[in-house]
């Protein structure tokens, strides 16, 4: 019944977006896209390549933060794609395309929580930090982040493909809001739970960790100054994470008022697209900007190895 509603919903949507200039939206986002792919790629290829930066916790978490935001452009940029050509798609390739995004999503908000955390870590307790989240520590640590992000997303698959035998083969649209939104009121009330919750624990966390990193240096004059390095860094990640959770927001809502008759047409439509094209990949487009490039280290090894490149450019040419 799920993927019956899904189909009727999808050819409904694609028979009012006709006529409409939706592929201007692609613009947004295979420019975003782009910037992300780029400069992530640059940040994962210093960190990984330099043996000082692949040993330190931080580091390894903004790396699998980063992994996680690539994939979740690249997946996103085939579904808009797809979605403003009104391209038609394979039922089991848009149940992947749904799992992997929220996967992704998922796993970046944790990385990014768990980069918060580690920083509340190195400062409370400088001298027990070596111990208390070694390297090998933060690979088990990311490892359980895919995990523990990919197991509700995997479970609607399972649940769609054990209730469905005449399934359609292929799509009109592929879109998670209207894949999640048709599967039911039981199941959207653990979707809903699955969301809040995992969003309020998060939120919560990064609240204390910061009043607590505020509570134990504030002695130390770092917040003194106006413009000071301890200001602006809390400024931008708190600017970064609250683009990180407002889509997720956004996203709630518009499953909330999916079946709702003033928003179930047009607004809606234009709510998700927006969100899809704009909102979900303008944190990522910021986050080598706010997190990666302000680490010294990792501008530093960028600079060196973008130096060493022109360099060689430079010989070959000469040669």
């Known amino acids: 019944m799920a993927f019956t509603i899904i189909a009727n919903v999808s050819e ?21 896209t782009l910037d992300t792919l780029v400069l992530d790629l ?8 330099s043996p000082v930066l692949r040993q330190e916790t931080r580091y390894l978490l903004l790396a699998n933060t980063l992994v996680a935001d690539m994939t979740f452009a690249s997946v996103n940029l085939a579904m808009v794609t797809c979605t403003v050509l009104r391209v038609a798609v394979q ?11 929220i996967t992704a999503y998922c796993c970046a908000v944790l990385g990014v929580t768990f980069m918060v955390v580690d920083t509340y870590v190195a400062v409370r307790w400088p001298l027990h930090y070596d111990s208390l989240l070694p390297p090998s520590r933060a690979r088990k640590l990311s490892a359980g982040l895919w995990l523990l992000a990919s197991m509700y997303p995997l479970s609607l698959i399972i649940i769609l ?47 204390y960790c910061y009043v607590r990193l505020y509570v134990v240096t504030r002695r130390s004059g770092i917040w003194q100054q106006r413009y000071s390095r301890a200001r602006v ?16 927001l956004v996203f709630t809502v518009e499953l909330a008022l999916f079946e709702h008759k003033y928003m179930a047409g047009q607004p809606n439509m234009w709510v ?39 360099q060689l450019n430079q010989v070959n040419t000469v040669s």
């Open 42 to 49: 640059l940040l994962v290829a210093c960190i990984f390549c």
């Open 91 to 101: 039922r089991v390739a848009c149940e992947v395309a749904m799992a992997v995004t």
């Open 161 to 207: 493909e054990a209730l469905e035998e005449d399934a359609p083969q292929r799509l009109a649209l592929c879109l998670v809001l209207i894949t999640v939104g048709a599967l039911g009121k039981e199941m959207m009330v653990g979707l809903h739970m699955f969301f809040t919750i995992g969003a309020v624990l998060c939120f919560l966390l990064i609240i």
């Open 272 to 310: 998700n697209i927006t969100n899809m094209s704009v909102l979900m990949l303008l944190p990522r487009a910021l986050a080598p900007y706010l997190y990666g490039l302000r680490y010294r280290e990792i501008y530093t090894t960028l600079k060196q190895l973008l130096f060493k490149r022109r």
């Open 233 to 248: 860094t809390v400024l931008a990640h708190g600017v970064l994470l609250l683009l990180y959770f407002v889509p997720g």
């Open 12 to 32: 409904s949507w694609l028979d009012r977006m006709h006529g409409w200039h939706m592929e201007l939206f692609l613009v947004p986002t295979v420019l975003l």
